[in-house]
């Protein structure tokens, strides 16, 4: 979802490292798995402060980088196949799952569905090049923009929320084609679109 809405706007997405699989957090539970000075001074101000360790490994889950620079994950044999050394952070314990291989052997995975955002932004020139717009609606949680360029219209909606969601708006989408979507048969009727949980779809219509 958040994905769709990134790629969808002008200027040039970023994708950082894992991102395009899926990978999470590391969660790491013992400060010795950390390696970032900031989150290390961290943990040494708030134990002097008196938190309980449960609750400064809380902070850091939220908010430490290192929880982000984790190795990439290849595939699920050991260390996510990045190296047979020691790394300089652990690996996610979740690499036997969440891996490179998996998702090249996965035509539903997040990778493909990466591929296809990025097949379309070469494909269709609105999506770099376009005007923006914000589409307003009622519904709380829902992030709609409108793109323009020399007579073609880009739609693109997210839902926010883990509800499911109706969303009104102005244009009337009958004759759009749904470019992409994380959802299959997204439910599109006359003016309103049917997002599921954290939905997103992108509309597409030429004059």
Known sequence: MLATVIHGMRGTPFIYQGEEIGMTNACFTDISQYRDVESLNYFDILKKQGQK??????????????????PMQWDGEENGGFTSGTPWL???K???????????????????????????????????????????????????????????????FANFTGQEQIVKQKEVLDNWEVLLSNYENVKINEDRVMLSPFGAVMLYRRG
Request: glycine share 4%; hydrophobic share 30%.
């Open 53 to 70: 360790e449960e609750d400064i490994y809380r902070i850091l889950k939220e908010r430490s980088r290192d929880n982000a620079r984790t």
């Open 90 to 92: 652990v690996v996610n």
């Open 94 to 156: 979740n690499c036997r799952e969440i891996n490179v291989k998996e998702s090249l052997s996965d035509p539903d995975s997040i990778f493909t569905y990466y591929q296809k955002l990025v097949e379309l932004r070469k494909q269709y020139d609105i999506i770099s090049d376009g005007s923006y717009e914000p589409v307003f609606v009622d519904n709380q949680g829902i992030m709609s923009y409108k793109r323009a360029l020399y007579g073609e219209k880009l739609l693109v």
